[in-house]
């Protein structure tokens, strides 16, 4: 039988190991419950401890980790307890998915509103009027300035949006 992969979870992962890196979706996928300490989980892994905290202060920044600081009274050093955000995670790739959202809706407007020429040895980008004013030729190396079609690049963000749209209501 074949696994049907979830949309979401893959999401998600994509998400983690862009910010976390490997050791992060590894972590995440511990499914660990309750608190831990960072030294526990590197003797667990068999991974170096530094890299266990960025991986977790990442996640952290993330909103997917949560921790608190005690001060050991022995040693007088802090000691970090750390928790996963199992249940933000819905919260934490719909804002994800938004701040891109943004993002490509801003580019758009750039490429909707402009139209632009480009140098056909590709030294520049300039806009319509810039163009005509250097007599459509590029001032660097004189070659031509050429109308670019913006439409397939267009049609891209477009499918991209919509593509995050469909993603943000399975996770309302
Ligand atoms: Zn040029």
Redesign the pocket.
Known sequence: MEVEVNEIDELLVELIERIAGELGVVIYSLGIEGEFTDEQLSQELGVEINDVRRVLFAMYELGLAAYRRTRDDETGWMEYYWKINYEKEREVLKRELEKTKEKLEAKLELEDGSVYYI??????KVRYEEAMEYGFS?P????MLEFLDSSEAIRKIREEIDKIDEMLSMLS
Request: charged share 10%.
């Open positions: 140098c056909t040895n590709g030294c520049i590029c660097r190396c004189s070659g």
